[in-house]
């Protein structure tokens, strides 16, 4: 069974841009949760969608968004990119209670 | 809201030696708890769940408990090797009535490095 997958592995951009994040979920998993793993501040939530509807989002500005496809899988895009904005972003989507992880997407802005 | 409190490291150990790391939570309702394991240039891999008080998660040597009565999930390991050198977090799924909240809260992360 494929897991989780998240694309691209890196990215980099530079302040005021926009970047776009991609992440499939494991096939049959309804839910995607996207984290964010900024340098010494560990892993915040950012957003959770199931079902094609954001369900939860956590203490971030509204430059965070995404979506979720008819297919599952979920876009993460964040606008007017800042230095802090830089961080791997985990992707995970669900079965019962655990959260199965992507490898991440290391996103750096200069 | 839900917090994890978790051991700050980094912790260095001798091939061999006992691990335990700390970890106590805040929450509403009847939290799962998970430990959660990163090695070097990857994601998130779960080491263990426990989902109700008492609940013991094992894996790869691996144990820890869910205390409800002292709000603990701490990670034990009775003879640690050079492998397990990774970043270890807990973490807890905020439950109420049986019905998962969804997101993960961390705790600040773990380093433990194992030398031969």
């Known amino acids: 069974e494929a897991g989780v997958t998240q694309s691209p592995t890196h990215l980099i951009k530079t302040r005021g841009q926009q970047a776009t994040l991609r992440c499939s979920p494991i096939s049959g998993h309804t839910s995607v949760y996207w984290y964010q793993q900024a340098l010494g501040l560990g892993l915040q939530f950012l957003l959770w969608?199931?079902?094609?509807?954001?369900?939860n989002r956590g203490n971030f500005p509204p430059r965070f968004s995404g979506r979720q496809f008819p297919n599952y899988s979920s876009e993460l895009n964040v606008n007017a990119l800042e230095l802090e904005d830089s961080a791997l972003y985990l992707c995970?989507?669900?079965?019962?209670?655990?959260?199965?992880f992507g490898p991440g997407t290391r996103l750096t802005v200069l | 809201g839900d917090s994890v409190t978790q051991m700050e490291g980094p912790v260095t150990l001798s091939e061999e030696a006992c691990l335990t790391i700390n970890c106590t939570y805040t929450a509403t309702g009847y939290p799962s708890l998970f430990w959660y394991v990163q090695y070097p240039g990857e994601g998130l891999q779960l080491l263990l769940k426990a989902t109700k008080a008492d609940d013991k998660g094992s894996n790869k040597g691996f144990e820890a408990t869910y205390r409800k009565e002292t709000t603990s999930f701490h990670l034990e390991k009775g003879s640690v090797q050079v492998s397990d050198s990774a970043v270890y977090f807990c973490?807890?799924?905020?439950?109420?009535?049986?019905?998962?909240?969804?997101?993960?809260?961390f705790g600040q992360g773990t380093i433990l490095t194992v030398h031969p």
């Open positions: 969608y199931d079902e094609g509807e954001e369900r």
């Open positions: 995970a989507s669900t079965k019962l209670d655990e959260q199965f």
């Open positions: 973490a807890l799924s905020g439950r109420a009535g049986g019905t998962s909240y969804g997101k993960l809260t």
